[in-house]
């Protein structure tokens, strides 16, 4: 099973080889008809675009050969690892809910934290009853982790629920 990130990530890849090489060659073009081009605000701007999605595409590329490596049945069952849904309690008592996820899906509004933040490199490959102390701008806090939901663990439920 393909992890959902690289989905997202080869679709907007296809998306900008499609413009870089349909869309910007025509946007060029038609600058160009315009006359001279040292003043011409739309082929620079269309030059500019053109270097912005051959460098992100290449980048999507390097990222997706990194991802290409993580193979969902690989993901542990009983540590904090991708996609892990982790509830810790901090120095005061209050506890606090997490899910584990690739830089590209970080959605703190749906308390997605990404597994190279100072918090997510913290949690990994520990498991409920682990201490862990975080450097954060205010200061070390440190985090006990109370409830853990491991990837394949949800997915094992979800296929349960079918």
Known sequence: MELPVLTRLKRELTDLKHELTFKLPKELETARAHGDLSENAEYEAAKNRQDF???RIAQLEGRLRELSM????????DVVAYGSRVTVEDDSGQAISYEIVFPEEVDAAKGQISLSSPIG????????????????????????????????????ARSGEH
């Open 70 to 77: 993580y193979n969902i049945s690989s993901i542990p069952n």
């Open 53 to 55: 999605v051959r460098s």
């Open 121 to 156: 490199r913290a949690l990994i490959s520990k498991t409920v009853g682990d201490e862990v102390v975080v450097q954060t701008p205010s200061g070390k806090r440190s985090y006990q982790i109370i409830e853990l939901v491991t990837l394949p663990q949800l997915q094992a």
